[in-house]
């Protein structure tokens, strides 16, 4: 797909596709995968209600919110839309088990699916309409955030924040009804309201969390104000105060954009669904040290030391400063850390959600292990294509052992099958709802493109949870 040509304005060129592609260019298998990566979001944001980051947004909401049409998933209480946008992209992101496109590293869904659901909350919306505004949404951010080549990190910025507002924006004038002209002033008006600081990294702390509701709620304010006519920047990407220039320091990132009507390949290709609730970075990690450790005489007291093999561009985020690494501070600290989670795959076999609670963050045998390990850059990494990793173990015998991962796991060929999404959608459902109902809300999703309104999917999504 060939690049937007620097006389070309791109906020019209995206506004002109996104507002006249119709399901039926769609292919079946983007279509089916889509709907995957819609059931993936809304079960890790069940999951997410059990957790304290949940109730302490709704409590933090409900102080100025009256009441209002939008749904939240997993509540029976209703909150204004942008509110319930708000509170929802916290709770997809909340648990950083999202999905991710990959070249971008941007969370596509976690804002995505949140203006949608914002939109259908009175019912009105077909499945159609659902699924179109978040592969729009998906295909726009991908797109976008790829003609960064990971600048946006290195520069201290979180892509989903910034990335993620552009898409929903567009998205959501389309769901409004709205025209060209009111897309392109829409993503006027997202140039002035994007944000998201990687600050969180320092400390471990929850303002992560926060970016892709704020992008969705924002988006929501956009799309309201470029429909009704608020006057915006015709351009929101290129020139001198345009995205590219002021978020990766070069304007001409802006002719990068692989945008093109003609879609003969599609940014959700390259949306990887997680295998594992810890920043996509680290999970080839996590599979090379599972790979190693099922080989004979490799036990905890027999490795020396360990280097974690990765790209150099991702050190900032997941290896440095690698003392504070090797000792997380937080379940969210743990997340973002290569040395736990390579140290605690190498312990107990596995890595889930329990394995960043309080009590397995202070595992003796692992942050021993977790200091132990060091990391290195590894020209075999294809970064930012794809998240490859590896790991070099050299045991007490002198033996010296490696496994790396060229494609992380859920990523390109190696993407988690149906059967895959399905069950750790059961596993993220399960505590809150019956098997019975995760079926159905399953079935739900997956029906949606049959479904002339999303009514079912919403009542299912405000039943009452069983232990919240």
């Not at 997340?335 to 596995?350: D, E, H, M, Q, W």
């Not at 202070?362 to 292990?369: G, I, K, R």
């Amino acid at each position: 797909m060939s690049g937007v040509s620097s006389g070309t304005c791109l906020s019209r060129s995206i506004a002109e596709v996104a507002m006249q592609l119709s399901p039926e260019r769609v292919p079946p298998s983007v279509w089916a995968y889509l709907k995957l990566c819609v059931a993936d979001a809304i079960g890790i944001a069940m999951a997410s209600r059990h957790h304290g980051f949940a109730g302490r947004t709704e409590v933090a909401l409900l102080r100025f919110a009256e009441a209002g049409s939008g749904v939240v998933i997993g509540s029976r209480r209703k909150l204004p839309i942008r509110d319930a946008a708000l509170l929802n992209g916290v709770l997809i992101h909340g648990l950083d088990y999202d999905d991710t496109h990959l070249a971008s590293v941007v969370h596509c869904s976690a804002s995505a699916v949140p203006v949608a659901l914002a939109l259908a909350s009175d019912g009105s919306l077909s499945g159609n309409d659902f699924l179109m505004a978040v592969l729009l949404a998906i295909e726009i951010d991908g797109r976008l955030g790829s003609a960064a080549g990971g600048l946006f990190q290195e520069l201290g910025f979180h892509p989903t924040g910034l990335v993620g507002l552009f898409g929903a924006v567009v998205a959501a004038v389309r769901l409004m009804g709205g025209s060209v002209d009111d897309a392109i002033r829409a993503q006027g008006i997202a140039l002035s309201t994007a944000s998201g600081s990687m600050a969180f990294l320092d400390d471990g702390s929850w303002t992560k969390r926060l970016h892709p509701g704020w992008a969705a709620s924002s988006a929501l304010t956009a799309a309201s104000l470029a429909v009704s006519g608020f006057e915006a920047p015709t351009e929101a990407y290129a020139g001198r105060y345009g995205f590219f220039s002021l978020y990766t320091r070069d304007e001409r990132n802006a002719d990068k954009v692989q945008w093109d009507p003609s879609f003969n390949e599609w940014a959700l290709d390259n949306v990887a669904i997680k295998p594992y609730p810890v920043c996509h970075f680290n999970h080839a990690l996590i599979d090379a040290a599972l790979a190693l450790r099922g080989q004979a005489g490799v036990t905890v007291d027999a490795i020396q030391s360990g280097q974690i093999l990765l790209h150099r561009q991702q050190f900032g985020v997941v290896a440095e400063p690698l003392d504070a690494k090797r000792r997380p501070r937080s379940e969210y600290d743990a997340k973002f850390s290569a040395p736990y989670a390579v140290a605690t795959a190498l312990v107990k076999g596995r890595f889930g959600l329990s394995e960043l609670e309080n009590e397995a963050r202070e595992d003796p045998q692992v942050l021993d292990l977790a200091r132990r390990l060091s990391c290195r850059h590894d020209d075999r990494s294809l970064y930012p294509k794809v998240f490859s990793g590896g790991l070099t173990l050299t045991l007490n015998d002198g033996r010296e052992l490696e496994h790396f991962e060229t494609v992380n796991r859920g990523a390109g060929e190696r993407q988690l099958t149906t059967r895959e999404v399905k069950r750790k959608f059961e596993q993220n459902c399960a505590a809150s709802l019956s098997v019975a109902h995760v079926e159905a809300l399953w079935q739900a999703i997956i029906d949606l493109d049959n479904s002339d309104d999303c009514h079912e999917l919403l009542q299912l999504l405000r039943s009452p949870l069983a232990n919240v």
